[in-house]
């Protein structure tokens, strides 16, 4: 089977899916990411993920994931919600955790992916990554066209913005490879100067982690640094800021996955719901939410922090 229909199966049953974009870039060393890697790493703008030291190989190299891969496909899943919480005194969290953990939903849109490409093209040896595994996502995402990479190092994709999550499927099928497009930044520095905690470089395309409120407030496990304290700007779990000053954004759309819907009435919690949320509440809530990584203590020592 040639190229040319394993890219029409592909991108037929992408759509099908939900999946909002597909990118193909060939499996092979990124030399030049490699470099940037290793000097964020030395920097140590990852802070306590210690987890970013591991796999530095397979990280560069998709073929040290899956043996004999040809391709990396990369996928955009639009989470999008233009409503926000009701009570603007009240503590907030990202957008991509209204609803259901995105790991699990994606995945299984994966695996369905994987199985149907086996059913039409054949056997196939692949893997699927959402955001768990050492794969460079926007790295892959930005040489197959889907976007570039902002200066706040999330990908940016013309028609979309960036309130979208970055899957991907690593194989040995052939597929149609894709070229990467131009950098639209420019000159703005919205996102740079909006960033609270000056996590985001003027340097290029490199974000200092180990200030960003996401990881504060979600990777964090030790006591917040009081330095902080006034700079968090009522977010409780992972921030927002530099996506919601970003002029690509005007072009996002609502998504339409069911899971990724508020759970509860979770928009409409006032102040003293979530301060007055209890362990059972939080279990309750949060069972099937990315909020649940950070545990009853965590979001309470966050909760604590903004008080």
Not at 85 to 110: C, F, N, W
Not at 133 to 146: D, F, K, T, Y
Not at 186 to 206: H, N
Not at 225 to 241: A, H, S
Request: proline share 4%.
């Amino acid at each position: 089977m040639n190229k040319t229909l394993n890219t029409q199966i592909l991108r037929q049953k992408a759509a099908e899916l939900g999946f909002i974009g597909v990118g193909i870039s060939k499996a092979e060393e990124l030399t030049e990411e490699a470099r940037l890697l290793e000097k964020w790493l030395n920097k140590n703008y990852h802070g306590e993920m210690q987890y970013m030291e591991n796999h530095f190989d397979k990280r560069i190299d998709p073929r040290k994931l899956v043996e004999g891969a040809k391709t990396v496909v990369s996928l955009l899943f639009n989470y999008y919600n233009p409503n926000t919480q009701a009570d603007k005194t009240a503590p907030k969290i990202s957008m991509y955790a209204y609803g259901e953990d995105y790991h699990e939903v994606i995945k299984a849109r994966l695996k369905e992916l994987v199985e149907h490409l086996k059913l039409e093209i054949g056997d196939i040896n692949g893997r699927v990554f959402v955001d768990s595994a050492p794969v460079m996502e926007r790295v892959w995402a930005s040489r197959s066209g889907l976007g570039w990479v902002g200066k706040h190092t999330l990908l940016i994709n013309r028609q979309n913005g960036s309130y979208f999550f970055i899957a991907n499927l690593i194989s040995d099928v052939e597929f149609l490879e894709d070229s990467p497009i131009k950098d639209y930044c420019g000159t703005c520095d919205k996102c740079v100067v909006a960033c609270p905690t000056q996590a985001i470089s003027r340097e290029a395309k490199l974000l200092d982690a180990s200030r960003c409120i996401s990881y504060f407030t979600i990777e964090y496990k030790k006591e917040l640094p009081q330095e902080l304290k006034n700079e968090f700007e009522n977010w409780v779990f992972g921030c927002d800021i530099c996506q919601q000053v970003c002029p690509w954004n005007r072009f996002s759309k609502p998504h339409n996955e069911p899971a990724f819907a508020p759970k509860n009435g979770l928009l409409d919690w006032s102040k003293s719901d979530w301060y007055e949320m209890t362990e059972e509440v939080f279990k309750t809530q949060f069972i099937k939410s990315a909020v649940k990584r950070t545990k009853y203590t965590g979001l309470r020592r966050n909760l604590d922090f903004l008080g």
